[in-house]
């Protein structure tokens, strides 16, 4: 099955940039996507890249895809408290399922 | 639309005990999957749906069923719970079809077993 694997943790400071970032085994993803989970909640769909693009931009949301290195990141811009959750990476497999990523806590202190 | 609701939100069981986590989505979606969630290993695929009638196995199956007899509903039934069921179980649903599928997931269940 498809491998998905990111660091489990990430700490900034509130202001700054957080970059989050993924690495895959398949190459024959349509669309590759990032999942945000707040404390206590379920997932919620939070950007995703279509393959045939470098990069994608979304407000302070920047998603970066490097498919010869399989290779995705997020880069949030001015890091607020409220942005503190745990980021999935999701990359579809063959079938219907995605796979996630162990996800990545993102700690932002003032 | 309520999107996907699960119930029960929390459940104590004791080892050996059986109940079904229900899930339900008022979206049409043809795909539904079960997930649990445990600290440091992300989410884990356990079975899924394509369709009413149709299910198959994810990565985790063993100890869980299933069964799809409305487009709507996805119950996930544990036939003699162990501690090793002690997780976070997420429902989710979407579209059919392999192009762009954004999931959509329900609030959970924290289920424990003693």
């Known amino acids: 099955g498809e491998d998905v694997e990111q660091s489990l943790f990430l700490s900034v400071r509130e202001g700054d940039s957080s970059v989050i970032n993924c690495t895959y085994t398949?190459?024959?993803?349509?669309?590759l996507y990032w999942y945000k989970q707040e404390p206590g909640a379920g997932l919620q769909l939070l950007t995703y890249?279509?393959?045939?693009?470098d990069m994608k931009q979304d407000q302070r949301l920047t998603v970066l895809l490097n498919k010869k290195d399989k290779h995705l990141s997020l880069r949030i811009a001015d890091t607020q408290t409220g942005d503190s959750a745990i980021y999935f990476c999701?990359?579809?497999?063959?079938?219907?399922?995605?796979?996630f990523g162990k996800g990545t806590s993102l700690l932002v202190t003032p | 639309n309520a999107g996907v609701t699960q119930t029960p939100k929390f459940q104590v069981l004791k080892t050996g005990q059986s109940m079904t986590l229900q899930c339900a989505q008022d979206?049409?979606?043809?795909?539904m999957s079960w997930y649990r969630q445990d600290p440091g290993m992300g989410l884990r695929l356990i079975h899924y749906?394509?369709?009413?009638?149709?299910?198959d196995q994810g990565e985790v199956p063993n100890g869980y069923n299933v069964s799809r007899s409305t487009t709507e509903d996805f119950p996930l039934r544990l036939l003699s719970a162990a501690p090793s069921q002690t997780s976070v179980y997420f429902c989710?649903?979407?579209?059919?079809?392999?192009?762009?599928?954004?999931?959509?997931f329900g609030p959970g269940t924290r289920l424990t077993v003693l």
């Open positions: 989710a649903s979407r579209e059919g079809g392999r192009a762009y599928h954004e999931q959509f």
């Open positions: 398949d190459s024959s993803s349509t669309y």
């Open positions: 890249i279509f393959s045939n693009m």
């Open positions: 999701a990359v579809p497999d063959s079938g219907y399922a995605l796979n």
């Open positions: 979206m049409n979606h043809e795909y």
């Open positions: 749906s394509v369709g009413a009638g149709i299910t």
